[in-house]
């Protein structure tokens, strides 16, 4: 199956979190959306690998994925090596995106900022003749998206683009509340974390207001692009070719 857009994510949520409303809007226009998780967050302090794993899928169909996989790599140990390397080479070459979405490079999370150069790297490697890989014993063929945009998480970034998620920002707070054993829960036991405090969704919520009102929406996510970007003028101003 070919796919449109590929979201490449260290941990479960970290997709929703970061673009939720974006990956709700594409699928909203009919393109295909992959998302692959490089771990099941095993060292995560709540919940457990299994139960992530079941709320990633349940967070898929909110958003109305074509698919979710996960590579099974370590968490808390994504090492820059060729065997992660190639794991992200074979999903790029199976499913063959237009477009891939990755971490920003620097953020809190080490794991983030290892994702974010691995699928840099993987991008441009997935384009080598040279470069052998195979897919159930079946040669694959030689592939490289079109671009490569990164998703913000903690820390914060000068954007390149801001999507609108207004129509979709509710979908996205669906897919995120799927992680229940992650977020606030006045009755859960389990040890507090980052974003399992009650301020977290409402900083999300803000955050989505800050970048939208930036381009006179109700709510945006920022990306960032080390490309240029060309802007089609006739879209933008529904000029008819």
């Known amino acids: 199956m070919n796919l449109d857009v590929l979201v490449f994510s260290a941990h479960p949520d970290d997709a929703e979190l970061s673009m939720g409303g974006t990956i709700a809007k594409l699928t909203h226009n009919e393109l295909k959306v992959g998302l692959i998780d490089l ?11 299994e139960i992530r794993q079941r ?3 349940q967070a898929a169909l909110t958003l109305k994925a074509a698919l ?10 994504i090492q820059r090596n060729k065997e992660n390397l190639m794991k992200i080479i074979l999903q790029i070459r199976r499913y063959r995106p237009q477009i891939i979405f990755a971490p920003y490079k620097n953020d809190r999370h080490p794991d983030h900022m290892d994702t974010s150069v691995l699928t840099k790297e993987a991008m441009f490697a997935s384009g080598l003749a040279k470069l052998k890989t195979f897919d159930r014993e079946v040669p694959q063929k030689v592939f490289r998206p079109q671009k490569l945009f990164y998703y913000m998480q903690t820390y914060t970034f000068e954007p390149t683009f801001i999507v609108d998620i207004t129509d979709f920002f509710q979908q996205k707070m669906n897919a995120i509340q799927s992680y229940s054993t992650q977020f606030f829960n006045p009755k859960s036991t389990e040890p507090e974390t980052f974003i399992s405090r009650p301020e977290f969704l409402s900083y999300l919520e803000a955050r989505s207001v800050f970048y939208g009102f930036q381009i006179g929406k109700k709510y945006g996510e920022p990306f960032y692009s080390e ?7 006739a879209a933008l101003l529904k000029i008819k070719e």
């Open 68 to 77: 979710r996989e996960n590579l099974n790599i370590l968490d808390g140990n």
């Open 55 to 57: 709320e990633a899928f």
């Open 39 to 49: 771990t099941r967050g095993e060292l995560g302090s709540r919940g457990t690998p």
């Open 227 to 233: 490309e240029k970007i060309e802007l089609d003028l």
